[in-house]
């Protein structure tokens, strides 16, 4: 069974400091983990994806993301947050080998960026 | 760039009535999902669907839905008797080559009153 666990409902930070969001994963398979956002009104768009190739995972808009297997994470960072990133963001787990196979969702991280 | 397409925006409909969600996934993609997300809850998975057949349900997915593509470009969700609890924003996906990548549309939000 596979499972993501997002360790915070809602960050807050400020324009121009660091953004640090938090997800463990549980799968007895190899893994695919994503990570998505969602803006107001919008729909799922995908920011990362890691698939067993390199460990840090470079994304769009300046987000990158880290597999560690030791300690079952997949935790979202960037440098310094845009008022543009205020967003849902969500975790994600799938089999690595189960083409076409479901998503699994984490409850989700609310962004709130302060001027 | 291609994208999923769902309409409509918003579906409002009274209890027990049948609704129909629309899709058009992305051209030449092979998979095809519905998931939904009840408010302030996370979002879950309630069908795949390959080759023209069901490939995966949830236990959500009972006898009240069903889904169908149609033709070679509409992909939907029918709810048969809609209950308060259905109630929710409804996301379709789609997945085509070896990046196994699903793409999302914008949802449909759907009222029962």
């Known amino acids: 069974a596979q499972s993501v666990t997002q360790l915070d409902s809602h960050v807050s930070v400020s324009e121009g400091t660091p953004v640090l969001l938090r997800c463990n994963y549980s799968s007895s398979y190899s893994p695919s983990l994503f990570w998505y956002v969602q803006h107001p009104n919008k729909g799922l768009q995908l920011l990362l994806k890691y698939t067993s190739a390199a460990t840090l995972v470079k994304g769009i808009n300046g987000f990158e993301a880290e597999f560690k297997k030791s300690e079952t994470s997949f935790h979202l960072t960037k440098p310094s947050a845009h008022m543009s990133d205020a967003a849902e963001y969500f975790c994600?787990?799938?089999?690595?080998?189960?083409?076409?196979?479901?998503?699994?969702f984490g409850q989700g991280t609310e962004l709130s960026v302060k001027p | 760039e291609p994208e999923v397409t769902q309409t409509p925006s918003h579906q409002v409909t009274q209890m027990g009535q049948e609704v129909i969600l629309r899709c058009v996934p992305i051209s030449n993609h092979l998979y095809f999902y519905w998931y939904r997300q009840i408010l302030g809850q996370k979002v879950e998975f309630l069908v795949s669907?390959?080759?023209?057949?069901?490939?995966?349900k949830s236990e959500i997915f009972d006898d009240q839905f069903s889904v169908e593509r149609p033709d070679g470009s509409n992909f939907t969700l029918k709810i048969r008797s809609t209950k308060l609890e259905d109630s929710a924003m409804y996301f379709c996906?789609?997945?085509?080559?070896?990046?196994?990548?699903?793409?999302f549309g914008a949802g449909t939000r759907l009222s029962v009153l």
């Open positions: 994600v787990v799938s089999d690595l080998y189960n083409q076409g196979g479901k998503l699994i």
């Open positions: 996906a789609s997945v085509g080559g070896v990046q196994n990548i699903q793409y």
């Open positions: 669907f390959y080759n023209n057949e069901i490939s995966e």
